[in-house]
C-alpha cells in the first residue's frame, strides 16, 4: 500500500499568519494512463465529515477561498494557506487515489495559538 | 448539488451483520465509481471499499475481504455496504464517497456504526 506521511502532526497558527502542511508519499502518484497526479487535501472540521479542499495537487474545489494552495509533484507535496483565518481549525488529511487502496496521511491538526 | 446520505448504522453485538445504505442525488449516479471509507471516532480514515460504475467491479481493503460486501442499485440511486460477523473493531463513522475521477471526489456526512456487547 502507498504510504502517505504528513508533517507536521500539529500546528498551532497565529490568525493572519501563513500555514504549511507536507505530504509525502512512498510512491509516485503520477497516472501514467493520464499524467494526472492524483493527491488530494481535505478539511476535517469538529463534528463533520472531511471536505475537499484541493484535488489533483493544485486544483481548488469548488467554493474553497483561495487562500488555500496546492504544490508538489511525483512524491512530495505541500498545502499552504496565505493567511489562516479563525474558520480553518480542524484536521487536514492528504489522500492518494492513484490505486486501491486509497490512502491516507495521519492528518495534521491545525489549531489557534 | 451532490448529496450523499449515510444511513442504516446503529449499535450491533458483534458476530451479527447490519447493511449501510447511501443515497445519492444530484449527479448521474450510474456514472461514477462509489466507494466506503471509516474513521474510528477520533481516529483516522481508512478505506473499506469500492464499485464501478456498473457494478461489474469491486475492491476490497485486505482486512475487510470475506466480511463486507458492497453492491449498488443504480435504479434506486444508492451504494450498500453489507457487513457481517462484526467486530468491536468495526466500530467507525462509515462514509460514502463519489470517485469524481480528476476532480476529486465528494463525501457524505458518514453514519455510525457502533459494535459492542
Known amino acids: 500500500d502507498i504510504v502517505l506521511t504528513q508533517t507536521p502532526l500539529s500546528l498551532p497558527v497565529t490568525p493572519g499568519e501563513p500555514a504549511s502542511i507536507s505530504c509525502r508519499s512512498s510512491?509516485?502518484?503520477?497516472?501514467?494512463?493520464?499524467?494526472?497526479?492524483?493527491l488530494d487535501w481535505y478539511l476535517q472540521k469538529p463534528g463533520q465529515s472531511p471536505q475537499l479542499l484541493i484535488y489533483?495537487?493544485?486544483s481548488r474545489a469548488s467554493g474553497v477561498p483561495d487562500r488555500f494552495s496546492g504544490s508538489g509533484s511525483g512524491t512530495d507535496f505541500t498545502l499552504k494557506i496565505s493567511r489562516v483565518e479563525a474558520e480553518d481549525v480542524g484536521l487536514y488529511y492528504c489522500?492518494?487515489?492513484?490505486?486501491?487502496?486509497?490512502?491516507f496521511g495521519q492528518g495534521t491538526k491545525v489549531e489557534i495559538k | 448539488q451532490v448529496q450523499l446520505v449515510e444511513s442504516g448504522g446503529g449499535a450491533v453485538q458483534p458476530g451479527t451483520s447490519l447493511r449501510v445504505s447511501c443515497g445519492a442525488s444530484?449527479?448521474?449516479?450510474?456514472?461514477?465509481?462509489m466507494h466506503w471509507v471509516r474513521q474510528v471516532p477520533g481516529k483516522g480514515l481508512e478505506w473499506v471499499a469500492a464499485?464501478?460504475?456498473?457494478?461489474?467491479?469491486?475492491n476490497y481493503a485486505d482486512s475487510l475481504k470475506g466480511r463486507f460486501t458492497i453492491s449498488r442499485d443504480n435504479s434506486k440511486r444508492t451504494l450498500f455496504l453489507h457487513m457481517k460477523r462484526l467486530r468491536v473493531e468495526d466500530t467507525a463513522i462509515y462514509y460514502c464517497?463519489?470517485?469524481?475521477?480528476?476532480?476529486?471526489?465528494?463525501w457524505g456526512q458518514g453514519t455510525l456504526v457502533t459494535v459492542s456487547s
Open positions: 464517497a463519489r470517485d469524481h475521477g480528476d476532480q476529486g471526489s465528494d
Open positions: 444530484g449527479f448521474i449516479f450510474s456514472s461514477f465509481s
Open positions: 464499485i464501478s460504475h456498473d457494478g461489474g467491479e469491486k
Open positions: 510512491e509516485s502518484l503520477v497516472d501514467a494512463d493520464d499524467g494526472n497526479t492524483y
Open positions: 489533483t495537487v493544485s
Open positions: 489522500m492518494q487515489r492513484i490505486e486501491f487502496p486509497w490512502t
